[in-house]
């Protein structure tokens, strides 16, 4: 596979350095890297774009390094930043960072070989380098005036002439000379040449790249001064040379930035967005994304994807396209079994799914289920036991339901209600001889759209 021409049709590709397709055609492998920052203890499904750049460059034979920012998280990256962030202790990011390689691991290959993922964590680097050493060692080889130019700078120091603006710290003004520093490290520790990232990356990227050819050009200068033998130069064979290269942000076809649900961020860790909300997400996209986004989050090839476009056009509404992206995504993030039981789940309500597929979801899946759309109502379990079926869906409910028990009773002697996905067939059945799911719900449908969860309290 080539790099940069499945990027591109992917249209995952955004911009390089010149010269970095010949780089990687004649270079192999060629290490790459990627910065996380763990400000949570889980990623999301916007670095899961750039997660899917070192998967692409794995697949094309060269080596995938993701270096968690243990350091510079405790900083903050200006870039697509309106104001400072809050800093975090080290234990807290410790545990964030223990939290973000266990994601990357289900996507990159961690076994021995020139190929053979790493993790590396910044701060190892950093924790002992003292505030002159670096001022000195790597402050001077940057101007202020190169720095400033950057874009993510200029929009912060351009905020502070708002009436709300608060401008940039010189903490976050020092983010990029650090990210430098992490590619120059890289660089010399591993022979990485190119960094990644999305395209808001490009100025902090383009500044590793800089102050490797300075910092580089200064030792040759140096041995060259003091004869010193070649094994002492660093890396002479590749002149000084490292490349950049970034991804497209993910965006929906509104121009809007993709990566969050009416519920907020859709995350990896199953703790913080379920496998059944994760799925839904990607079920869900319009027909104006899906296209884009399962060339950019699945690995299914430009034949199969053209397929499935060509299925899913016949016939939009059984979401050919949709499925297929949910199905691929969820089930590299978090397993086969959680994709099957979260497409079950998906079909409890709205499917085929009938009262044995309701009663197999456990309590926080039933919740998920029914959290979109359908109305949650709480009764007590003493009138509960003493209600019959009529006076449970109106009385009980509080008329959330149906507002008396006569329309109650109409509607189920003609057929139209439904508990647990069976009919109910009595008007005067008593309610405590229906099964409540997993002890305390029941799932009432009234005529075919409307759906109630009751909860026994």
Avoid at 28 to 38: K, L, Q, R
Avoid at 299 to 320: D, F, K, V
Avoid at 403 to 411: D, I, L, N, Q, V
């Amino acid at each position: 596979m080539d790099f940069i021409p499945e990027l591109t049709w992917r249209g995952m590709f955004h911009d390089a350095m010149p010269g970095t397709a010949e780089h990687l055609a004649t270079h192999a492998p060629v290490t790459g890297y990627i910065g996380f920052d763990p400000t949570a203890a889980s990623l999301h499904i916007g670095n899961l774009a750039t997660i899917m750049l070192l998967v692409h460059l794995q697949r094309a034979g060269h080596r995938p390094v993701a270096l968690v920012g243990g350091a510079t998280g405790m900083i903050g990256d200006p870039s697509g930043k309106s104001a400072e962030r809050n800093l975090l202790d080290e234990a807290t990011l410790r545990r964030n960072q223990e939290g973000i390689r266990a994601q990357l691991e289900k996507f990159l290959d961690f076994s021995e070989g020139p190929t053979g993922a790493l993790v590396v964590n910044n701060y190892d680097w950093f924790k002992d380098f003292g505030f002159l050493q670096f001022l000195r060692e790597v402050g001077k080889h940057l101007t202020v005036n190169y720095m400033m130019a950057k874009d993510s700078v200029k929009r912060r120091i351009d905020s502070s002439e708002d009436e709300f603006g608060d401008g940039i710290s010189y903490t976050e003004f020092s983010y990029q000379l650090l990210q430098g520093y992490d590619f120059y490290h890289l660089y010399k520790t591993l022979n990485c040449t190119l960094q990644m990232g999305a395209s808001d990356q490009w100025g902090n990227i383009t500044t590793g790249t800089e102050l490797i050819r300075r910092l580089t050009q200064e030792v040759k200068t140096s041995a060259r001064e003091s004869a010193a033998t070649p094994s002492q130069i660093i890396l002479p064979g590749r002149k000084s040379k490292a490349y950049a290269l970034t991804g497209q942000l993910i965006t929906k076809a509104d121009g809007t930035k993709y990566g969050k649900s009416e519920t907020g961020t859709v995350w990896l860790d199953p703790a913080l967005t379920s496998p059944y909300q994760f799925y839904q997400f990607f079920y869900n996209a319009d027909d104006a994304d899906a296209p884009r986004l399962i060339r950019v989050f699945t690995l299914l090839t430009e034949p199969e994807i053209l397929a499935l476009e060509a299925e899913h056009a016949q016939a939009p509404h059984l979401r050919t396209l949709q499925k297929a992206l949910a199905r691929d995504v969820t089930t590299r993030v978090h397993s086969a079994e959680a994709t099957e039981a979260a497409i079950a789940a998906s079909e409890v309500l709205f499917g085929r799914g009938g009262r044995a597929a309701l009663q197999a979801l456990d309590e926080a899946t039933l919740l998920d289920v029914c959290a979109a759309g359908v109305p949650h109502i709480r009764v007590l379990r003493t009138t509960f036991e003493a209600a019959t079926a009529v006076s449970l869906l109106s009385e009980a409910t509080l008329q959330k339901i149906f507002p008396s028990k006569g329309e109650a009773r109409k509607m189920i002697q003609a057929g139209g209600v439904s508990i647990n996905r069976e009919k109910l067939a009595s008007t005067d059945s008593p309610a405590a001889e229906m099964l409540l799911l997993t002890g305390k719900y029941l799932v009432v449908q009234k005529g075919k759209k409307n759906y109630f969860l009751i909860e026994v309290v």
